[in-house]
């Protein structure tokens, strides 16, 4: 072995153990701990003490550490001049009672890449910035990315303050309770200009790359989702006194929508479509009344545009025609629509290349959900690495498991990614 593999060696062992202690360290800040999973949402102190451990660890690398308005932590390895950046970084906050590896292991990707970095020597032509983005679960106020959504220039104050809790505390409350300022929220917004590209390292939530014995996973599209509220109109009444040929039973109608959204999704045509119904309100909801009204709310996937929004088109008309059939009528109403996002193809091929050069075994897949990058496609070119997810791909669950070694390998290629990026010219915009 030369001396210099022996470093790398060293390196990836070092690595290793520091992917262990952040993971833990992270996971230990938490309402709920063991078989319980963490549960540390958006905009509260349990958040913002993570994004703390983050601040303090880069600040010890030397980086210069900053809060934004939006909540968002950046921490920068300054350059030799140049304002365009290039960026890593994922979030902190989980979902209620859920693992500890999404978000953390993007975030503990960008720290070790920046400490493997610095040790190294290494000095930039690009800045290097290292995000930690506030609040992306929609797990606390029903929508998803505030922090990057708030940098990409995709919500603002106004949006924000009509979401609510459940406690109908609104994020502004939310970010004012934990010493953010959102008057000035405009001042967390990313500039094009200051930006070359962003690169997010996540877990799968999926299990493509470990049935396939995949090393890592190269992002080149997120889904998009078109969200939709159905309401089924019956009549609510008496259990005992109704006879069945003289009901209008809103679950009943119901229940035929659930079954025909997933035969939808499941037709051939449909291939990649997922439709998902996973949240239903019945009135009165009381076991002798006759259910008078029922809410679906039905989230469809897709990473064709146009596949996504006729889907939505289809399953409505399919709703209606089965509401009428039994005697009941529905309500359509659209909640949010996201396009599916491609990511840089330019990405894909340098991520690709650098996997082929560390001798790992790449492939290229899609994301089902939505990630931080998606909003920051607005401002630059982005990429994703994928580290396989064990236990069946389960995600937003205490079961939720990435092995250390699949986490140092992403560690790995982010760090040849960052330098690979930070050494090509990116062609100029037409
Ligand atoms: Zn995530």
Redesign the pocket.
Known sequence: MTEQNLQAADAAERTVAWVDDLIDRFASLSETHGSDGVTRLGYTPLERRAHQVFATFMSDLGLSVHSDTAGNTIAELAGDGRCDGIGTG??LDSVPHGGRF??IVGVVAAMLCAQTLTSSGYQPRHPLRFVVFAN??GARFGQACNGSRLAAGTTDAEALGELRDRDGISVLEAMHSVGLDPERLNDARWRREDWDSFVEV?IEQGSVLADGADDIGIVDTISGSTRLRLTVHGVASHSGGTPMLARHDALVSASAIVLAANALARDPEHFGTRITIGRIVASPNSMTTIPGEVTLDVDIRDVDTDRQRQTALALIAKAKELALLHETSLDAHLIADTAPTLLSHRLVELASHETDRLGMVHRVLPSG?S?DTQQISHVCETGMLFVPSRHGGVSHSPDEFSRTDDIARGVQVLTGLVKALDLTDRQPRS
Do not use: K, V
């Open positions: 994922s979030h999404d978000g992306e679960e996540h959900a990630h």
